[in-house]
């Protein structure tokens, strides 16, 4: 009797316990009697569902089912029990629900049987998978999206095992080094080098899994690659290394750097050129200034004798001879100074330090003072800027641009000169680039203007538009065009004859460190 007042004590513990359980349960709980019709639903069946329970219970269980399996679950359930083979019943797999609302949604099944008090039931488990399929979706786009990115990117990228092996290869890739995918993949990754990296890599791989001593992985640097071809090639390479599940792999990117190294050869043979026609220049102007000047002086010299001590006794044509040779003399002895002084921008150029153009403009209005006073020259400006600059150069500049325009006025009008400068940016940019940011100056007047046919012609050096009528041996713009390059900007003008010309010389506000 003991024992049987004990048990059943022991039975509603077990049997609230199992209660607690299921109506607490996360996922869903069903049972249905062999026909198909629910018996018990637990509070997560009946939230998944969008039901109460009392609307569910009594009700065939296919109310749950999106077609087809609405319509035939009687009979998956009548096959079962005539054949004794299920689909799904002790198996488990997903399959599709339809809530209250009509929505249909994915979730994971487990059916299975048993009798009790001789009455066959079946339980279902419902557990659904909605986040879970919208999680995976988001993934597989994820991983489309990158592998589409993979695949198009302008750069190789290969993948490599941590015995060499290529295992993944992009078109980019595949492309630059004349293969297919296919040759590639499966082939070890020196098929790519030429010797000694060729024969030295496994040695290169077994040292950095040795010692971890990273010489290219996280770094990046300049290689050479080779092609199906034979081709040699230069390419910038960097590595980064994944740690997967339970292996390493190596990712490559690869960047042809060809037509930069070309670039850079060229650039080297035109600087060397470049070098070497200045040194000539510079030569030449060493042997103008000092070889030339010497037969000038004898011929100056021995002209100022004539003039001075045996002038009288000279007829009057032996007067105007000598006074003739004098004069080309001196012209010759202007010209050999401007082309010393052409030759010394670059030669004897100073570091460039901040220089405000204003204070230069003054300084120059004060050396032209009494040409401006004598010609009734007025001189309008606005503010100017403050640049990188090489102030004496600033000057020379400044005052070749002003005396011109006041040497090339109009004889009836009196000159007007105006200077302004503007600011431009060649390209919008993130970050500021020495070079980038340049500022117009422009020099207008109002004098005699020439024809724009000839714009090329006036920045070279000894070329002269207006004959022997003005003094000078037109190499002012010259140097003004040398003095605008060297300070990463250059000179063009506007003009028309008879109304007027304008000079715009664009200099760059800032400078590399040489």
Known sequence: MKEHSHNPNHTVDEKSLLQAIIETALDGIITIDRYGIIETVNPAAAKIFGYSPEEMIGNNVNMLMPEPDHSLHDTYIHNYHRTGVGQIIGKGREVLGKKKDGTVFPFMLGVSEATVQGKQIFTGLVHDISELKKTEAALRESESQINSIIQTAVDGIITIDMRGIIEMVNPSAAKLFGYTEDELLGQKINLLMPEPDRSLHDNYMHHYHETGEKRIIGIGREVTGLKKDGTIFPLFLSISEVLLAKRKVYTGFIHDITQQKLSE??????????????????????????????????????????????????????????????????????????????????????????????????????????????????????????????????????????????????????????????????????????????????????????????????????????????????????????????????????????????????????????
């Open 265 to 514: 050869e060229r650039l080297r043979r035109y600087a060397a050129e470049l070098e070497r026609s200045n040194r000539e220049l510079q030569d030449f102007a060493y042997v103008s200034s000092h070889d030339l000047q010497e037969p000038l002086r004898k011929i100056q010299a021995f002209g100022d004798r004539l003039k001075t001590k045996e002038y009288e006794h000279l007829s009057e044509q032996g007067k105007d001879y000598v006074d003739r040779m004098l004069n080309a003399a001196s012209r010759m002895q202007n010209l050999i100074n401007d082309l010393l002084e052409f030759s010394r921008v670059t030669s004897k150029s100073k570091p460039f330090v901040k220089v405000d153009l204003n204070n230069i403009l003054k300084e120059v209005l004060s050396d032209l003072e009494i040409m401006i006073e004598k010609t009734g020259a007025e001189i309008k400006h606005s503010e100017l800027p403050v640049i990188d600059a090489e102030p004496t150069q600033m000057r020379q500049l400044f005052q070749n641009l002003i005396s011109n325009a006041i040497k090339f006025r109009k004889e009836n009008e009196k000159p007007v000169i105006n200077i302004f400068a503007k600011h431009l940016q060649l390209k919008a940019h993130l970050t500021g680039t020495p070079g980038d940011e340049l500022i117009e100056l422009h020099f207008e007047d109002n004098g005699i203007g020439f024809d724009e046919k000839y714009l090329d012609r006036i920045f070279n050096i000894f070329q002269r538009l207006e004959g022997q009528k003005y003094e000078g041996s037109g190499i002012g713009l010259a140097i003004c065009r040398k003095i605008a390059i060297r300070h990463g900007g250059d000179i063009t003008a506007r003009s028309q004859t008879g109304i007027g010309t304008r000079f715009i010389v664009t200099l760059a506000t800032k400078h590399i460190q040489e």
